[in-house]
């Protein structure tokens, strides 16, 4: 056998483009069009020869310790990992692990797949409902591995109820649910409280959309204290220093700034509701998004066509090679003249 044939093969995920151009409109992978808090750069100013040159607290205390204020929980029930890429990764190696199969929707987040095959974990895809909600996890089935699910959901920015979230834990307490709120502070109400009731339900969140730190790499997850030292003992076994003294320094004055936080997330979510009008008046279809992106169709052009007309514009979108939603493009709800500069392209070419 070659070394080749010995090679772990994966299928990987392909993120959306990060082109460089100075007139850009970059509206393809739902980061947030504004600057983080003004504290954020003022504590970048701060950091000193120190934080260079020694090792990052490998446990991230400062920022746990915040989150945990933030959130009105404790410490040891708060994890944080470099992006909730990272958590999410620790979370499929800790917790799915017994070959039972993974539950989660069949148009999701598309990371949950690669990782389910990276660390060759059974799966099984629920398809959505045909108004695209999340269907069949709230049926108690025997034989689950775990479940996973983002809500709201991506790309359809389709929002749960807090209720759905817990038919689902309680139909399923045999094995650990969890819900990835990526997307939550656009609107959503968050799971949080369900994980004082339920020991098995663990809510993940990240600073990447709503706290405009994507390149910072800081997420976090939230939940039963014995499901948190099972997640640490994991992590800190293969990998004992990853989060950077920076990104913890950074987090924790962009978590101290909640009133800028929530000035940019209402920001965002005016722009969407506007933007959600002047879509249909143009005659898109999209399910209500309770996120910073819009899913969208138009009955006349094709979502390819549409995408690559708007390269051409240095308009970025975001559309899936995947046939069940290539109709469909995902816009990130930027500024209002982002998307002023959208729609001026699409009322010529569509009007
Ligand atoms: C963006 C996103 C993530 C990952 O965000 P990080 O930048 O790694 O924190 C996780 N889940 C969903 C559903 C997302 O959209």
């Given at each position: 056998?070659?070394?080749?044939?010995?090679?772990?093969?994966?299928?990987?995920?392909?993120?959306?483009?990060?082109?460089?151009?100075?007139?850009?409109?970059?509206?393809?992978?739902?980061?947030?069009?504004?600057?983080?808090?003004?504290?954020?750069?003022?504590?970048?100013?701060?950091?000193?020869?120190?934080?260079?040159?020694?090792?990052p607290d490998n446990e991230a205390s400062e920022l746990v310790?915040?989150?945990?204020?933030?959130?009105?929980?404790?410490s040891?029930?708060?994890?944080v990992?470099?992006?909730?890429?990272?958590?999410?990764?620790?979370?499929?190696?800790?917790?799915?692990?017994?070959?039972?199969?993974?539950?989660?929707?069949?148009?999701?987040?598309?990371?949950?797949?690669?990782?389910?095959?990276?660390?060759?974990?059974?799966?099984?895809?629920?398809?959505?409902?045909?108004?695209?909600?999340?269907?069949?996890?709230?049926?108690?089935?025997?034989?689950?591995?775990?479940?996973?699910?983002?809500?709201?959901?991506?790309?359809?920015?389709?929002?749960?109820?807090?209720?759905?979230?817990?038919?689902?834990?309680?139909?399923?307490?045999?094995?650990?649910?969890?819900?990835?709120?990526?997307?939550?502070?656009?609107?959503?109400?968050?799971?949080?409280?369900?994980?004082?009731?339920?020991?098995?339900?663990?809510?993940?969140?990240?600073?990447?959309?709503?706290?405009?730190?994507?390149?910072?790499?800081?997420?976090?997850?939230?939940?039963?204290?014995?499901?948190?030292?099972?997640?640490k003992?994991?992590?800190y076994?293969?990998?004992?220093?990853?989060m950077?003294?920076?990104?913890?320094?950074?987090?924790?004055?962009?978590?101290?700034?909640?009133?800028?936080?929530?000035?940019?997330?209402?920001?965002?979510?005016?722009?969407?509701?506007?933007?959600?009008?002047?879509?249909?008046?143009?005659?898109?279809?999209?399910?209500?998004?309770?996120?910073?992106?819009?899913?969208?169709?138009?009955?006349?052009?094709?979502?390819?066509?549409?995408?690559?007309?708007?390269?051409?514009?240095?308009?970025?979108?975001?559309?899936?090679?995947?046939?069940?939603?290539?109709?469909?493009?995902?816009?990130?709800?930027?500024?209002?003249?982002?998307?002023?500069?959208?729609?001026?392209?699409?009322?010529?070419?569509?009007?």
């Amino acid at each position: 056998m070659s070394w080749e044939e010995k090679v772990r093969k994966v299928e990987p995920y392909v993120p959306g483009e990060q082109p460089k151009f100075s007139d850009m409109v970059k509206l393809n992978t739902n980061e947030c069009p504004y600057p983080p808090s003004p504290m954020v750069e003022q504590e970048l100013k701060l950091i000193n020869e120190q934080e260079f040159r020694l090792y990052p607290d490998n446990e991230a205390s400062e920022l746990v310790h915040a989150l945990a204020a933030y959130y009105h929980t404790d410490s040891n029930r708060v994890f944080v990992g470099v992006g909730s890429d990272d958590v999410l990764a620790q979370v499929f190696l800790t917790f799915f692990t017994n070959g039972q199969p993974l539950l989660f929707p069949e148009i999701t987040y598309s990371f949950y797949e690669v990782w389910a095959n990276l660390y060759k974990i059974p799966y099984k895809k629920l398809p959505l409902t045909e108004d695209w909600h999340l269907d069949g996890f709230t049926n108690p089935a025997d034989q689950v591995g775990g479940i996973i699910f983002a809500n709201p959901n991506a790309p359809t920015g389709i929002y749960e109820p807090v209720s759905y979230v817990e038919e689902v834990v309680k139909a399923h307490p045999d094995c650990v649910v969890v819900a990835d709120e990526a997307y939550v502070d656009f609107g959503g109400e968050s799971a949080l409280p369900l994980t004082e009731k339920y020991d098995n339900l663990l809510v993940v969140q990240t600073f990447s959309k709503s706290r405009a730190m994507a390149g910072m790499r800081i997420g976090f997850a939230i939940g039963n204290e014995k499901l948190i030292s099972y997640l640490k003992a994991v992590k800190y076994s293969i990998n004992s220093y990853t989060m950077n003294t920076t990104s913890i320094r950074l987090g924790l004055a962009a978590v101290r700034d909640d009133a800028y936080f929530k000035t940019i997330v209402g920001k965002i979510v005016e722009t969407r509701e506007w933007f959600k009008k002047e879509m249909a008046a143009l005659g898109f279809t999209f399910p209500d998004s309770m996120t910073n992106f819009v899913f969208v169709r138009h009955n006349r052009v094709s979502g390819k066509e549409l995408y690559e007309l708007l390269r051409t514009q240095n308009i970025f979108v975001r559309h899936f090679n995947d046939p069940l939603i290539d109709d469909y493009l995902r816009i990130t709800i930027g500024t209002r003249e982002q998307m002023e500069r959208l729609l001026d392209f699409l009322r010529v070419y569509l009007g």
